[in-house]
């Protein structure tokens, strides 16, 4: 659903492909405009103004460094516990607690009405912006545009795109200038323009303003995590715990599923779903040693993000929301471990 890029330099190993990392060969003027035309073509057929589209996408031109930050993403063998250095660090924390805090009223009202604990909504932006200091300075058009015509991911970024310009065409962007990341994502929850077209929420009646107000920025991520029709949210449980494993883990192990969730490019490995009181009965407990709680009503399954000798969690159905937000095993633990910690 959502683009990062995490370079931690001193873990992270590079294993790029050249061809792909070369500096791109950008179009001639006459391919790119005959692309443009037809482009421009396209948006207002679907909807758009004119006026939006000209205003928008005359005189743009593609962006090379844009192309090579898209293409040249290393393939990353940091670990999970590096990871969470990094992303669940002393900073982030203190800096939850103080916006849970803060924010306390505001956060206890919207978590009423969509039904979703605060704290896994500030640990999103925690996640996303660190809490809104960081959401990008790249023109959105430009870099969506630029996608949309690159080979990698055309289909997808054309509807970022015209996502975008629908975006500008009903002015809800408060200052008319929409930015973010070089992958398209903006504001403080990093959504991608068709999410925000989706979920985006005017909590406080004065626009959408995800860049800005924390009404509007806390419940668009409420919203989104709660309006996943398949997998309601469920406010009177977790997102899962790191457990202990048996002795005979590697046996479990072997029955993990390959599984590819909707709208993920990543394949991760799971187990099948038990009850908490099965875990136990297969010897899983606390990571403090104590057992699990006796719930028969709350499906679990086991997750390994670095494999069998790697920390394990057994993880319920919330998780797989935080999931959907950013399909990645790393992040989807972190916001879960973020969220304990800065609500203790």
């Known amino acids: 659903m959502f683009l990062r890029f995490i370079v931690i330099t001193i873990f992270v190993s590079f294993n790029l492909q050249a061809a792909d990392c070369e500096k791109p060969k950008m179009p001639s003027d006459e391919v790119w405009n005959s692309w443009l035309e037809d482009t421009k073509l396209e948006a207002i057929q679907l909807g758009i103004t004119k006026k939006t589209v000209i205003k928008y996408l005359n005189n743009i031109k593609p962006q090379s460094k844009i192309i090579m930050r898209d293409r040249c993403q290393p393939e ?31 956060l206890d009202e919207i978590s009423n009405h969509f039904k979703i604990q605060p704290r896994f909504i500030v640990s999103i932006l925690g996640m996303e912006s660190f809490y809104g200091r960081n959401q ?16 990698r991911r055309s289909n997808f970024y054309k509807k970022q795109l015209f996502a975008a310009l629908e975006i500008l065409d009903k002015n809800l962007v408060p200052n008319g200038q929409l930015k973010g990341s070089w992958g398209g994502a903006v504001g403080m929850t990093q959504m991608i323009p068709t999410t925000f077209l989706e979920t985006a929420y005017d909590w406080d009646g004065g626009g959408i303003d995800i860049w800005n107000s924390f009404a509007d920025a806390f419940a668009s991520t ?71 709680p006796e719930r028969n009503d709350l499906e679990a399954r086991l997750i390994a993000p670095d494999g069998l000798n790697g920390r394990m969690f057994i993880v319920y159905p919330n998780y797989k929301n935080i999931l959907y937000y950013n399909c990645s095993s790393y992040y989807a633990v972190s916001v879960g471990l973020l969220s304990d910690k800065i609500s203790n």
């Open 76 to 106: 990353s063998t940091i670990t999970l516990d590096e990871y969470l250095y990094y992303r669940v660090d002393k900073s982030r924390i203190v800096a939850g607690k103080n916006m849970l805090k803060e924010h306390k009223e505001l």
């Open 136 to 151: 990008g300075k790249v023109d959105t058009i430009k870099a969506v545009t630029t996608l949309a015509f690159d080979r």
């Open 222 to 292: 409420a919203n989104y995590l709660t309006s996943l029709d398949k997998n309601p949210w469920s406010i009177n449980s977790t997102w899962g715990r790191e457990v202990l494993p048996p002795k005979n883990i590697a046996s479990i192990y072997k029955s993990f599923e390959q599984i590819n969730p909707k709208g993920c490019g990543a394949v991760k490995r799971r187990s099948q779903p038990k009850t908490l009181s099965e875990w136990t009965d297969l010897g899983f407990t606390k990571i403090n040693g104590d057992p699990l």
